[in-house]
């Protein structure tokens, strides 16, 4: 069974910064892109980033660009968020997910991740 536990989340002030990890288990790791994504309150659940298997690519959503680093270490099975200067608009639940398919790239539609997290809270205070 593959569970993925996020961690990492918190409260802080505009213009600082929180690292998210994301742990899986119970699947060969390496071989699967992994993604987060993000639901703000009222809001329907927008992609991030994501990351290939290898961690040689990488794609984000122009609103994070330049702010957040995905990057994975494939030993730990375990994907990380760097987020720096945070807004107070990146305040939402954030969502790690493992692609359905093995040796695909990092996709930015929910349809291509089997797995879910289970969500961490990230607020950002003005």
């Known amino acids: 069974q593959v569970q993925l536990v996020e961690s990492g989340g918190g409260l802080v002030q505009a213009g600082g910064s929180l690292r998210l990890s994301c742990l899986v288990s119970?699947?060969?790791?390496?071989?699967?892109?992994m993604g987060w994504f993000r639901q703000a309150p009222g809001k329907e659940r927008e992609f991030v980033t994501a990351i290939s298997g290898s961690g040689g690519s990488t794609r984000y959503a122009d609103s994070v660009k330049g702010r957040f680093t995905i990057s994975r270490d494939n030993a730990k099975k375990t994907v990380y968020l760097q987020m720096n200067s945070l807004k107070p608009e990146d305040t939402a639940v954030y969502y790690c997910a493992v692609a359905s398919r093995p040796f695909s790239g990092g996709s930015a539609y929910e349809s291509d991740y089997g797995y879910w997290g289970q969500g961490t809270q990230v607020t950002v205070s003005s």
């Open positions: 119970g699947r060969t790791f390496s071989t699967y892109a």
